[in-house]
């Protein structure tokens, strides 16, 4: 694939003392799905308004197909934006918001009734050409958004918190969609959002950004299964944090004393013996075992917390030292109390060692 976006030690400063964004460097494939991820205040948002020309950078390149736009203002540029409130205009119908842009391109009548009708069609909502944005559904007005800012054929589409405004199940239904539409049109999508579901479910690549910069990016997969910091597995997915000491190294398998055992761990880093680490455990990478199983690489602790979730428990387990983890349980289609464990149940668990996530130094407060 062809590079579509190139960021090239991008920064933005405010002031003397807050830098936005700190020294980025990026590229975006053609046709791509990126998602910029991260809490409130990482520069995620400026990153895409950098991109899309409604800020400056005061520092770096940005180009657009290998033509370098990083001072050109919006409308010079192959890029268009979905904004949170999807920024409809309220006096016009459904078919002159979506018309808005193509009339200002000096578009014919025809060319523009073509691709309106290509762009409602597309989102599943030509039946509503002459409604107002007052009378259609959150769900609806986004994807009116979608189809104003798909009809003007951009290089780049840029999301800016797309299904924020949508209640939770209208939001999951739209996931799917959205990724779909981006599939049928094939224009490189980058979205910025602080939901870890959301990227995990869309995107074809994740960029994690903290305080500025770049934490972790790879596609969903790797950011879940392989985090590069206890930032990024803290933020992607449920992890449980103990505090370790590495025990022995063996044939790329580290040995960690925990919570009054002991845990082998695959690390992706090379940590001396005796080092203070913290480790990473996902809910349900960690098993229960049947009472008599045998098994490697377990701990022993007691239930001491009982979690509904619908699909099944999460059981918080107090480990011999105090320290804490949790554990999922999958559930039968019906649910007896003699699938509730009692608090104070001896367990034992177990996790394989490449589910063992281990990083330097103590757990952080």
């Not at 940590?271 to 990473?280: D, F, R």
């Amino acid at each position: 694939m062809a590079t579509i976006i190139e960021l090239d030690h991008i920064s933005k400063q405010y002031g003397p003392d807050i830098l936005g964004v700190d020294d980025i460097s990026l590229n975006v494939e053609d046709g791509e799905f990126v998602t910029l991820l991260g809490p409130s205040g990482c520069g995620k948002s400026t990153l895409l308004r950098m991109i899309g020309g409604f800020e400056e950078p005061t520092g770096g390149c940005i180009r657009l197909a290998g033509e370098d736009v990083t001072f050109s203002p919006p409308y010079r540029r192959a890029v268009n934006m979905v904004f949170q409130d999807y920024a409809l205009f309220p006096h016009m119908t459904v078919g002159d918001n979506v018309a808005y842009g193509l009339k200002l391109m000096g578009c014919s009548p025809r060319e523009i009734d073509t691709r309106v009708f290509d762009a409602l069609h597309l989102v599943g909502l030509y039946d509503k050409l002459k409604l107002y944005p007052h009378q259609l559904s959150g769900g609806q007005r986004q994807r009116i958004a979608l189809a104003r800012a798909i009809v003007r054929r951009p290089k780049v589409l840029l999301l800016d918190e797309p299904l924020s405004a949508l209640d939770a199940k209208l939001r999951e239904q739209m996931q799917t969609e959205l990724k779909q539409l981006q599939e049928k049109v094939g224009i490189t999508f980058i979205m910025v959002t602080h939901d870890q579901t959301e990227a995990l479910v869309m995107s074809d690549r994740i960029v994690v950004m903290e305080k500025g910069r770049i934490a972790q990016e790879g596609t969903p997969q790797q950011l879940y299964d392989h985090p590069a910091s206890r930032y990024v597995a803290n933020f992607i997915g449920t992890t449980t944090f103990l505090p370790g000491v590495t025990e022995s190294i063996s044939d790329g398998t580290t040995r960690i004393a925990i919570g009054g055992g002991a845990l082998d761990a695959v690390a992706d880093i090379a940590l001396p013996v005796g080092e203070a680490v913290t480790i990473g455990l996902r809910p349900e990478k960690v098993r229960l075992l049947e009472e008599g199983e045998a098994s490697t690489n377990t701990l022993s602790g007691k239930i001491c917390e009982v979690i509904y979730y619908g699909l099944g428990l999460r059981l918080g387990i107090e480990l011999a030292g105090g320290a804490r983890l949790y554990a999922d349980k999958l559930l039968p289609d019906t649910l007896s109390r003699s699938h509730v464990p009692p608090l104070g149940q001896p367990v034992r668990l177990a996790v394989q060692p490449h589910n063992v996530f281990v990083f330097p130094g103590e757990v952080e407060a």
